[in-house]
């Protein structure tokens, strides 16, 4: 058989669900800015929360800032993938998006917490959960006073969750560290895991 008509040995890649996870304060959301802004091929799924926005969130691009209400009936009618409780407010995950992105053959991406993520992969193993960290906690405390969106009382909860997210590390797939000033590198790892996840040779299909 000439090599002009031997059959592709790559085999077909299936679309994947990238959960992105990790500490509060290790920089999730920037990450995730980095990615869009490089062109990365992912559908960003954006996460549903009754939370009260923070000064420069828009709704519909760094959360859907819902009611109680509206998300309770959401978990009720059963259309949210995961939802979580975290620091007295709900989170959830949209399922339809998640669906519409993989049945688009799409590369979907969601940002949740460690709790969130846990359920993910108990819900759907075939997803890979990466954690993002700083490279200690002593800058994430750092990190966490200098963005000063959390009153003392809640900085230090946020600081003592930290340290009981930390055992949850082996349920993950991936760890990328999110250094000061090395955006581009905690990006360009994101990249090369999702990318050498699509080279695998068997690849799962996901069902949610």
């Not at 053959?105 to 959960?129: F, W």
Request: charged letters at 30%; one cysteine or more; a neutral charge.
């Amino acid at each position: 058989m000439s090599r002009e008509t031997h059959p592709s040995l790559r085999p077909p890649a299936r679309p994947l669900l990238v959960v992105l996870s990790g500490l509060s304060g290790s920089g999730k959301d920037v990450v995730l800015n980095g990615l869009r802004e490089s062109g990365f091929p992912l559908e960003f799924i954006i996460t549903l929360t009754t939370r009260p926005r923070r000064p420069g969130e828009k709704d519909g691009e760094h959360y859907h800032f819902v009611s109680a209400q509206e998300f309770q009936e959401r978990r009720e009618s059963d259309r949210l993938l995961e939802y979580a409780q975290v620091y007295g407010n709900w989170y959830g995950v949209p399922r339809e998006a998640v669906q519409q992105a993989l049945a688009g053959g799409k590369d979907a991406i969601v940002k949740i917490d460690v709790q969130g993520a846990a359920t993910i992969k108990r819900k759907v193993p075939p997803a890979i959960l990466i954690f993002l960290a700083p490279p200690s906690l002593e800058d994430l405390a750092i990190r966490l006073r200098e963005r000063r969106t959390e009153a003392p009382a809640d900085l230090e909860l946020r600081l003592a969750t930290a340290e009981g997210e930390l055992d949850k590390l082996p349920l993950f797939d991936y760890i990328v560290i999110n250094r000061r000033g090395e955006l581009e590198r905690a990006v360009a790892d994101v990249e090369a895991i999702i990318t050498a996840e699509k080279c695998r040779v068997s690849q799962k299909e996901i069902s949610l």
